[in-house]
């Protein structure tokens, strides 16, 4: 199975401030079709996860511009640009290029 | 708006079966891949299984290979998980969602106890 880590686990941001989530995979996430099947999660208390960016770096409809995916290959990030408050929870990446669908352990965003 | 709305649960022995149920509204189900998710408290995700759009292909996660089935029924806009032989482990919050996680059902939890 594809081993997702994310680096750091928790995060402590001062409001406005900017927030940096790394993902790397244990293999490349490049699907035979050329597309690179990464997505990234926030999960709120009591919530079920909400998908943010899918494919490296396409946002969601309704998801904030200030959250931005990058990365290639084996190595992602996920950037908050100016954190607001309403971002507070858990941020997961997740990989679906290879069976079984497999997340990071998670990062736990909260406010300084 | 899309909607995915979970019903079945509970608690149940070690040993026990359960059925899980999810209906579909809002979007194309008969075109959209499938699949049900679990999450133990302070652990990420973990995908367990997944079916294709027409129910022709099912793919499972080892740990629950062989004890869970997982279905639909394109006619009523539905998506089963059949859970037999079930172990205290098997006890999580369990989710349905469109392949890719687009979409989310609200979750129910399944509890696997004596």
């Known amino acids: 199975d594809v081993v997702m880590t994310q680096s750091p686990l928790s995060l402590s941001v001062t409001l406005g401030q900017p927030a940096s989530i790394s993902c790397r995979s244990s293999q490349s996430l490049i699907y035979s079709d050329g597309n690179t099947y990464l997505n990234w999660f926030q999960q709120r208390p009591g919530q079920s996860p909400r998908r943010l960016i899918y494919k490296i770096s396409d946002r969601d409809s309704g998801v904030p511009d200030r959250f931005s995916g990058s990365g290639s290959g084996t190595d992602f990030t996920l950037k908050i640009s100016r954190v607001e408050a309403e971002d507070v929870g858990i941020y997961y990446c997740m990989q679906h290029t290879h069976w079984p669908t497999t997340f990071g352990p998670g990062t736990t965003v909260d406010i300084k | ?114």
């Open chain 2, 1 to 114: 708006e899309v909607q995915l709305v979970q019903s079945g649960g509970g608690l149940v022995q070690p040993g026990g079966s359960l059925r899980l149920s999810c209906a579909a509204f809002g979007f194309t189900f008969g075109n959209s891949w499938m699949g049900w998710v679990r999450q133990t408290p302070g652990k990420g995700p973990e995908w367990v299984a997944n079916i294709d759009a027409d129910g022709g292909q099912t793919y499972y996660v080892d740990s629950v290979k062989g004890r869970f089935t997982i279905s639909r029924d394109n006619a009523e806009r539905s998506l089963s998980l059949q859970m037999s032989r079930l172990r205290v482990e098997d006890t999580a919050t369990y989710y349905c969602a469109t392949k890719g996680g687009s979409f989310w059902g609200q979750g129910t939890l399944v509890t696997v106890s004596s």
